[in-house]
């Protein structure tokens, strides 16, 4: 184990939390020791008083086990949507007719995918408040130990980081020049998607992600690819429909001492 210890820091968490917060390492998830965990968990209880640790693995009783005996507890699973651009038949399909994958309360000229300039403030706050207000079905919401209004500030500092990191690319998706849904991308990784509440639900997830597509193969890459949460049934249903197949379902466990 590195250092000797089965922990290793979540900055980004411990910012978003406002707690120290560390993940289960791999090391520890190969070869889970019941006692060693135990220590870790007391040191950091010495060192902090309160902190979070999250841990994420495939599927195994012996390591459930192990975690749930010592105060974790099972939050989400999830699994890893991945596609092949150039076998995609609804990408090729979209690519022929777009507006066909609009609702026909919708007219294809009053529709728009940009890149987000991060240099226009006003466009980068409605991507911060889409991601504040779109997000109801990940982990920490879904966590009775985390309270709303954090799991909600958490996709906001989460856009934060990734608008910092110059090689995401944001597409914004326009409805008459007014932002209403994003996706943060980076190479082949889907990385973060959402919708204004108002326009959540209204059919227009099968064009933004396969506008999305369109570029990322535009770009010459060859695949797309993500991991989402299975309790988000929307969203894996647009994945199936588009045509997206399903891999390496994990398991992820919280643990608070507070």
């Not at 699994?79 to 995609?88: A, D, E, M, T, Y």
């Not at 008459?176 to 509440?197: H, T």
């Not at 535009?218 to 045509?243: D, K």
């Not at 197949?245 to 001492?257: E, G, I, L, N, S």
Request: neutral net charge.
């Amino acid at each position: 184990m590195p250092d000797g210890g089965c922990l290793k820091p979540l900055p980004w968490e411990t910012r978003n939390l406002g707690i120290a917060s560390f993940a289960v390492n791999d090391a520890f998830l190969e070869r889970p020791d019941e006692r060693l965990l135990k220590e870790c968990l007391a040191r950091e209880a010495d060192a902090h008083g309160s902190f979070f640790v999250q841990a994420r693995f495939k599927t195994d009783t012996g390591i459930s086990r192990v975690l749930e005996k010592n105060g974790f507890y099972f939050v989400e699973a999830t699994v890893c949507p991945h596609s092949n651009l150039s076998k995609n038949g609804q990408l090729r399909t979209f690519a022929i007719d777009p507006a066909s994958f609009l609702p026909a309360r919708y007219a294809l000229a009053d529709i728009e995918r940009v890149s987000l300039d991060r240099n226009d403030s006003a466009r980068c706050d409605a991507v911060r408040q889409i991601a504040g207000e779109s997000f109801s079905d990940d982990r920490f919401h879904a966590d009775y130990n985390c309270e709303q209004s954090v799991a909600d500030r958490r996709f906001v500092y989460w856009v934060d980081d990734l608008m910092a990191d110059p090689g995401v690319v944001f597409d914004v998706m326009l409805l008459k020049e007014r932002p209403i849904a994003f996706m943060a991308r980076k190479s082949e990784d889907l990385i973060l998607a959402g919708f204004a509440r108002k326009y959540a639900g209204a059919g227009l997830g099968d064009f933004l992600w396969l506008s999305v597509l369109r570029q990322l193969k535009e770009a010459g890459l060859n695949q797309a690819r993500t991991l989402i949460s299975v309790r988000n049934i929307l969203v894996l249903n647009l994945y199936a429909r588009l045509g997206f197949k399903f891999r390496d379902p994990c398991a992820t466990f919280h643990y608070w001492k507070r």
